[in-house]
């Protein structure tokens, strides 16, 4: 057997070791506003430039569905809202988690700034799907297993949203809520699973599934530029509103005096 | 899509399409604002406590 040195195991690699420390770093309120200040931009002009190219790409450039016609052009707009809704949703039961358990500040700025954006994005799925439902099933509205999880989505968020501000104490308000968003992700595996478990008129997956997309390139490619331009405009006001967060909770600190006073 | 007719209409579906890109562009404009607005009144609030003004 190969003969272990003393401290070989416990010394980190020094890759680990950085990584530590700059999460380290990034629990301090005032290094993350400075950081996310640096990245805004870039995130921005970012979403700026995929959106411009997905919205191109979708509306113009794809060509019409054999079945849909151009009635499936919305798929750009909802198929992304859709996966976002779910994805923020985990990132602020995530983010919730971290801060009940290590009472980490930055998580729950982060879990409480997820709430609004996600919402936004659930009402976004709903009113799409909507509108993509009238002239394909000839109705606006089902109340099938697919659409009734994601309405049940919009009012986790908003439940989160009404819980979060009731409570005066942040302390307690981030416990109470993070708890809410941790009983909510129950819902998630039921969103996704949905059209699989149910008989539904919703569609099945066209993208993540077995033998890969069953949707053409010139359609692909557009839903995925959509999906990273919500993904990034995600992020961007993520960072504009946990900047915010950040200032109001550490008022009295004498950074936050100085940067406020300063312009 | 060939004309800009052709995209206007969108094969007939074009209240429904235009409508969704509607709501969505609102949805977004709305995000980009509203937190946009919400610093600017934190910062001023702020800025008027820590020069000890009553608020």
């Known amino acids: ?66 079945q849909q016609g151009d009635a499936y052009r919305i798929i750009f707009i909802h198929v992304p809202a859709a996966w976002m809704s779910l994805f923020v949703y985990v990132l602020m039961a ?46 606006y509205w089902v109340w099938d297993a697919r659409l009734t999880s994601e309405l049940i989505l919009l009012f986790l968020y908003l439940g989160y949203i009404a819980l979060e501000s009731a409570i005066e104490d942040r302390r307690t308000a981030a416990r109470a809520s993070s708890v809410l968003a941790l009983v909510g992700v129950v819902n998630i595996p039921i969103i996704h699973y949905s059209v699989d478990w149910w008989h539904t ?63 | 899509m060939t004309s800009f007719h052709e995209f206007i209409h969108m094969g007939g579906f074009a209240f429904y399409v235009w409508t969704s890109y509607a709501i969505f562009a609102l949805i977004f404009a709305w995000n980009v604002f509203q937190p946009l607005f919400h610093q600017r009144r934190v910062r001023e609030r702020l800025a008027r406590r820590s020069r000890g003004m009553p608020r």
């Open chain 1, 1 to 66: 057997m190969k003969r272990v040195q003393r401290g070989e195991v416990a010394i980190p690699t020094s890759i680990t070791r950085r990584l530590w420390a700059f999460f380290h770093r990034l629990a301090s309120p005032r290094y993350f506003y400075e950081l996310a200040g640096k990245l805004v931009p870039w995130l921005g002009w970012g979403t700026v430039l995929l959106l411009a190219a997905g919205l191109y790409g979708g509306l113009w450039f794809a060509p019409a569905d054999y």
């Open chain 1, 94 to 139: 995530g983010a919730g988690f971290i801060g009940l358990v290590w009472r980490i500040k930055i998580a729950d700025v982060v879990a409480k700034t997820c709430a609004p954006i996600g919402a936004s994005f659930a009402f976004l799925t709903l009113c799409t799907g909507s509108l993509w439902g009238k002239p394909m099933w000839g109705t």
């Open chain 1, 201 to 263: 008129l919703h569609q099945g997956p066209t993208v993540f599934k077995l033998g890969g997309p069953s949707i053409s390139l010139d359609m692909l490619v557009p839903l995925l530029l959509m999906t990273l331009a919500f993904k990034l405009f995600f992020f961007t006001m993520l960072l504009v509103r946990a900047r915010t967060e950040v200032l109001e909770r550490e008022a009295n600190s004498a950074w936050v005096r100085e940067t406020v006073t300063s312009q």
